[in-house]
């Protein structure tokens, strides 16, 4: 059997730093016998610079082969004047499309070292693991009829929310799919009291739920969704909801767990042959123009977000945790970047010696 295939995109900014971590690990597994077949591209403006676009067609056919892709981050100041058909944005967001990744999954982890340091009480927050899957590709960000318009002597701003029920079908089977291999227990958030589009969403994720019986579904009215997950997040496995609500809530979520640079994020698609979703695995953070060069960024979300790969992309559930216990060892040690600066006294470690810290620990 051929090793399986890996196309790292590390793009702008602190993307190439924090990718830099990320081979340190995957170097690691090739010394232990898991090796990858690991291409590299360019994307954003580092491929703008290059070529003149923000994602080659090579780059975007390669990305259609391999078992997943890795991106760091795109984007700058460099790149605000440009056009926007080639703005480094616009290689991420072909790539999702052509791809048709359709749900994102935002984990919301806490490690024990760092409950301190999120704004609610520790006891609400120490040992959060949840999971939100957003769906990616529709709703109110994408549907007809869209535009301002005169009517009368005023403007209109017009949006449409708007699913279909194959649309939400697939995501559902995502959240079901994750809820089986985690706790089996999915609570499904819309607003069908008052949108048409959550009465026909609670609809169609009941009927999915039939296919998995094992997994304890439950719904909420996304408001009170939102509320409960500040209030007691624990309550919670997997989440699933549409594009918007999860476009709040999974920022939400993800600030009960500390910096921004701790937070990975995979965005799936239909099943490829090998039965694995298609995927783009990459940190929840930008590419951090303030600190790029500068070796302060911390890499931990760019590992994390390999340790996802590792989970969902190539069946080695017990080498993802792995990296993360490494990461929660190295945290529990101390070793801190200076975004994770909470006590005084305390010297930040650089990307490179965090990685090194990460890869010691593994
Ligand atoms: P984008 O538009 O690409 O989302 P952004 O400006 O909204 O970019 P980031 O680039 O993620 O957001 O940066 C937001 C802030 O968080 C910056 O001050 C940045 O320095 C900090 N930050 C982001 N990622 C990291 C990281 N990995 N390590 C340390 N600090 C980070
Ligand atoms: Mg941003």
């Known amino acids: 059997m051929s090793n399986p295939s890996l196309l790292i995109l590390p793009g702008d900014g602190i993307g190439p730093e924090v990718m830099a971590e990320v081979r340190k690990v995957i170097d690691w597994f ?3 016998g898991l090796t990858f077949d690991v291409s590299e591209d360019l994307v954003g403006g580092a491929a703008y610079d290059a070529h003149g676009t923000p994602l080659t067609d090579a780059t975007m056919a390669k990305a259609q082969e391999v078992d997943a892709v890795l991106l760091g981050a795109v984007g700058g100041p460099k790149y605000d004047v440009l056009d926007f058909s080639v703005k480094p944005e616009r ?98 958030m819309e607003k069908a009291n008052v949108m048409e ?32 997950l500040c209030r007691w997040p624990k309550q919670f496995d997997v989440i699933v909801t549409d ?76 080498e993802a945790t792995r990296v993360e216990k490494a990461v929660e060892k190295v945290l529990a040690d101390g070793v801190r970047t200076a975004d994770l600066l909470g006590e005084e006294g305390v010297t930040p470690v650089s990307t490179s010696e965090m990685g090194d810290a990460i890869v010691k620990a593994l």
């Open 30 to 32: 090739g010394t232990r």
């Open 91 to 188: 290689g991420l967001l072909r790539l999702r499309k052509e791809m048709d990744l359709y749900a994102n999954l935002r984990p919301a982890q806490c490690f024990d070292a760092l409950a301190d340091f999120s704004s609610l009480k520790k006891d609400v927050v120490a040992g959060l693991d949840i999971m939100i899957v957003r769906e990616l590709t529709s709703g109110i960000y994408f549907g007809e009829p869209r535009g301002i318009i005169e009517e009368g002597n005023e403007r209109v701003g017009i949006n449409t929310q708007r699913y279909t029920e194959s649309e939400i079908d697939r995501v559902a089977r995502s959240a079901f799919e994750l809820a089986m291999r985690r706790n089996k227990k999915l609570c499904s």
């Open 197 to 228: 589009s959550g009465v026909l969403w609670r609809e169609v994720v009941t009927e999915v739920g039939k296919d998995y019986p094992e997994v304890a579904l439950s719904h909420m009215y996304a408001d009170a969704g939102a509320m409960q």
């Open 243 to 318: 594009n918007l609500f999860g476009d709040l809530l999974s920022d939400a979520a993800a600030m009960l767990t500390g910096s921004l640079g701790m937070l990975p994020s995979a965005s799936l698609g239909a099943p490829m042959a090998n039965g694995r979703p298609k995927a783009l695995y990459e940190p929840v953070h930008g590419s951090a123009p303030d600190i790029a060069g500068q070796g302060k960024a911390n890499p931990i979300a760019c590992i994390l977000s390999f340790a996802m790969a590792l989970r969902y992309s190539f069946d080695q559930g017990d």
